[in-house]
């Protein structure tokens, strides 16, 4: 009964990603063009790209796994393997790193118990280096899922952190 119910759930988020990649297809001259867009939409559903889903886009795209692949481990916004429920990026550029990166990334580091690439035991929170946020006059920054923080200190990084815990 749980394996059917989970198979239909695939099936469901199959078709509904199925549906955006072909409706974005239009607003591209090549399947090659749409190709990040649609692992950011795989991704929007399921946290991750896995080699299904890869295998998933080459035949909707009429793109090689290869191709696919090549281009899902350049993109640092593109994750090749489970996430936890918040991913906190932290800007390791040379001017967040002037203006205050260590002390950030040690309060992550602690409070958390987690280091850079990995995730806590719970599978709550993964802790990623990001080279640049585009933000460098307002750094240092990190990100959490897709929302931005400036100017983080001490005490904004424990508040975040503490929400997020």
């Known amino acids: 009964m749980i394996k059917k119910k989970i198979s239909q759930e695939k099936?469901?988020?199959n078709a509904l990603i199925k549906s955006e990649i072909l409706k974005i297809r239009n607003n591209f001259p090549t399947?090659?063009?749409v190709l990040i867009e649609s692992l950011k939409i795989?991704?929007?559903y399921y946290g991750w790209v896995s080699d299904s889903s890869?295998?998933?886009i080459s035949k909707i795209l009429n793109i090689s796994i290869s191709d696919i692949e090549s281009v899902a481990t350049f993109y640092s916004q593109i994750f090749r393997k489970p996430m936890g429920r918040y991913v906190i990026k932290i800007c390791d550029s040379m001017v967040c790193y002037v203006l205050g990166y260590k002390k950030i990334k040690k309060i992550i580091n602690k409070?958390?118990?987690v280091k850079f690439g990995k995730t806590t035991?719970?599978?709550n929170i993964t802790f990623l280096p990001i080279c640049c946020l585009g933000a460098c006059d307002k750094g240092p920054v990190i990100m959490i899922n897709e929302k931005t923080y400036f100017n983080v200190n001490k005490i904004s990084i424990l508040k975040l952190?503490?929400?997020i815990k």
Do not use: E, H, M, P
Request: net charge positive; aromatic share 14%.
């Open 54 to 56: 890869i295998k998933f």
């Open 161 to 163: 952190l503490d929400s």
């Open 11 to 13: 099936y469901f988020i």
């Open 31 to 33: 399947s090659q063009s």
């Open 111 to 113: 409070t958390l118990n």
């Open 121 to 123: 035991q719970d599978k």
């Open 42 to 44: 795989v991704q929007k």
